[in-house]
């Protein structure tokens, strides 16, 4: 069952910006946690930013600052705002929401809902 319908995922180059957004297909955003992580092609995931039902965010240590996570309920949509790419950031992008309104945290386990990912790729 598809989850999310994602869009904004894209070549760019370094320095560049993207934005990622999905909208849930299957259930309503508003009252939930939400999270964006990404997966790099032989890696586990990696969470990159977290947002709560009442718009607190989280974002991973390592990317902080270039990275904005953003919701609107009205639309059901997830956004992520990514500035000054970087080759590193190439990856795979997925969104994901829980059944709860708080943030569990990086565990992927905690989000039922999965979109199916969008390629970032970066060239230097």
């Known amino acids: 069952q598809v989850h999310w319908v994602e869009s904004g995922g894209g070549s760019v180059q370094a320095g560049g910006s993207l934005r990622l957004s999905c909208t849930a297909s299957?259930?309503?955003?508003?009252?939930?946690?939400m999270a964006w992580f990404r997966q790099i092609p032989g890696k586990e995931h990696e969470g990159v930013a977290l947002?709560?039902?009442?718009?607190?965010?989280a974002y991973a240590n390592s990317l902080k600052g270039r990275f904005t996570i953003s919701r609107d309920d009205s639309k059901n949509t997830l956004n992520l705002q990514i500035n000054n790419l970087k080759p590193e950031d190439a990856a795979l992008y997925y969104c994901?929401?829980?059944?709860?309104?708080?943030?569990?945290?990086?565990?992927?386990?905690?989000?039922?809902?999965w979109g199916q990912g969008t390629r970032v790729t970066v060239s230097s």
């Open positions: 994901a929401a829980a059944d709860l309104p708080y943030c569990g945290g990086w565990r992927t386990s905690y989000y039922p809902y």
């Open positions: 299957t259930f309503r955003t508003s009252g939930r946690c």
């Open positions: 947002i709560s039902n009442t718009a607190d965010t």
